[in-house]
């Protein structure tokens, strides 16, 4: 048989060499990837490499900043602490030198503390020695001189320790005379201090009311009105209020004249009303003046509590505090006297708070001293009695009570409180202005006071001002020098202190000044 023409041996050899190709260009194919994987490993392996040593270098130089940024800061810091250490080692030195000076200091003392420790020690030796020949002389001499009077040794001691006794017994009262003089010249002069202080820190407005009120009218027409029909509406007016209604020639104007202040302003407020009203005859007055009385006895208690608030009065019976509101429409001498009984309280609390006395009691015996006062016109007697009776009625404290019966000496003051209102009292009632018949004297006093200062030679003028608290003296500079100034304002002062009388204290000043002018020409 013919290979050639054999179908399956050249199918097969066929196959066969398709195979061996197709194999061999695979081959081929893959050796070619694995080249180019290969070449590519290796270009990726080398830029790596490249990275890799720029990262380095780089790390390397952040590395190397950042040390040496800590390095900088560590070199700060160590230089700070050693500024530090140094000014501590220059404090630490000084105080060594002041240690050092001081325990010299200390050594030096202890040296002489010894020396005269020492010292003392020997003196203490030779007073001893001084004292056994003393006692043996005195001995030697009572046997002496009991041997020369002719008497024993206990005679003679008696004798001499009774003279001993009336020497020492003289010697005390001197004494006693003498500290007795200066405790009355320190109480004086304290006194006149704290009275000075309590005048200084307390000012107080002040109204004086007088015995007659003068209402106002919107023409002299209205006159005839409040006349009425033969005179009926003045007699209701009068019977309704017991005030006296003087109509006179008086332009567009009525007065009102009372002893009692309350029936006064009961009717000075119920004409007022009758005038703005228009309607005026006997049943309108009496409806007025019944509903003004209510309104008055609702304002005198409102003024009675709000002066036991100011005051800081608490507990007050109800009654005194109305009585205490009738005082503001009372006056004495002038003086209103509910301001009056707030001011001594004031003064009396400021002058028991500098003696260390209980503020509050002589707070609340100055604000109802005058309490009498309220009821004098309808009691008999003394106001400062009738105002003790009322505040042991009403249940006040004992001290309170004594003390207002006190304030005028119509009983003995026995406790510091009582003085202190008696004072008070007589402080607001000798002020400047406070009443009306001191006006007078205070002007007079204050003439004195220039007057004493102009009798001196080289004063050209002379003025007395804060209501005579102050005294302002000119001089002439020619006749006065620097260094006379000084003696001048001192005996003004104390002429002033012999010559006047005066609450508080007055200041002197004396006032010396050069002036030098020239023109201009």
């Known amino acids: 048989m013919d290979l050639i023409h054999h179908p399956f041996l050249f199918a097969g050899i066929g196959l066969f060499a398709g195979t061996f190709l197709g194999f061999f260009l695979r081959k081929v194919i893959v050796e070619g990837h694995e080249k180019n994987i290969k070449t590519q490993s290796r270009q990726i392996i080398e830029n790596a490499i490249v990275e890799a040593d720029q990262l380095k270098k780089e790390a390397l130089l952040q590395s190397k900043e950042a040390a040496y940024q800590v390095k900088q800061a560590l070199e700060e810091e160590l230089n700070t602490e050693r500024e530090e250490l140094k000014d501590e080692q220059r404090q630490l030195k000084r105080k060594r030198d002041s240690l050092k000076r001081e325990w010299d200091s200390f050594d030096r003392k202890h040296t002489e503390l010894l020396s005269t420790e020492q010292n003392f020690k020997r003196l203490e030796v030779e007073w001893q020695e001084k004292n056994k020949e003393i006692d043996s002389l005195v001995t030697t001499k009572k046997n002496e001189l009991a041997k020369i009077a002719g008497i024993g040794l206990d005679e003679a001691k008696k004798l001499l320790m009774e003279s001993m006794e009336s020497e020492a017994r003289m010697d005390a009262a001197k004494n006693l005379v003498r500290i007795e003089n200066e405790m009355k010249m320190e109480a004086d002069r304290r006194g006149k201090n704290i009275l000075a202080l309590a005048i200084s820190r307390y000012a107080g407005d002040y109204v004086a009311d007088r015995t007659v009120s003068m209402v106002p009218l919107p023409s002299d027409e209205m006159k005839g009105r409040i006349i009425g029909r033969e005179g009926r509406n003045i007699r209701a ?43 005026i005859h006997p049943g309108r007055i009496e409806e007025v003046v019944e509903k003004v009385t209510k309104e008055l006895e609702v304002t005198m208690r409102e003024a009675g509590e709000q002066a036991t608030f100011d005051v800081g009065a608490h507990g007050v019976h109800l009654e005194l505090i109305k009585l205490l509101g009738r005082l503001k429409y009372r006056t004495s001498y002038g003086q209103n006297v509910l301001q009056h009984s707030l001011e001594v309280s004031f003064l009396c609390g400021i002058m028991a708070s500098e003696l260390g006395v209980d503020v509050k009691i002589a707070k609340r015996a100055g604000l109802l001293h005058d309490i009498g006062k309220a009821v004098d016109h309808e009691v008999e007697g003394s106001h400062a009695i009738i105002g003790r009776d009322l505040a042991k009625k009403y249940g006040e404290p004992e001290e309170v009570v004594y003390a207002i019966g006190a304030h005028h000496e119509d009983q003995p003051p026995l406790s510091v409180i009582d003085v202190l209102v008696q004072s008070a009292d007589a402080l607001s009632g000798a002020r400047p202005g406070a009443r009306k018949e001191m006006l007078q004297s205070y002007v007079k006093r204050l003439e004195d006071l220039e007057a004493i200062a102009n009798e001196y030679p080289g004063v050209e003028k002379s003025y007395a001002i804060q209501a005579g608290r102050d005294l302002r003296i000119i001089v002439d500079s020619n006749k006065v020098k620097d260094e006379d100034a000084t003696l001048l304002s001192q005996d003004i002062a104390r002429s002033i202190e012999s010559k006047l009388t005066y609450p508080g204290q007055i200041r002197v000043t004396v006032i010396r000044e050069t002036r030098v002018v020239e023109y201009a020409k």
């Open 237 to 279: 007016i009068e019977a309704a209020t017991g005030i006296d209604i003087i109509i006179d020639d008086t332009p567009e104007a009525v007065i009102l004249s009372g002893f009692n202040p309350v029936r006064r302003e009961v009717a000075r407020q119920a004409l007022l009303q009758l005038i703005s009203d228009g309607r």
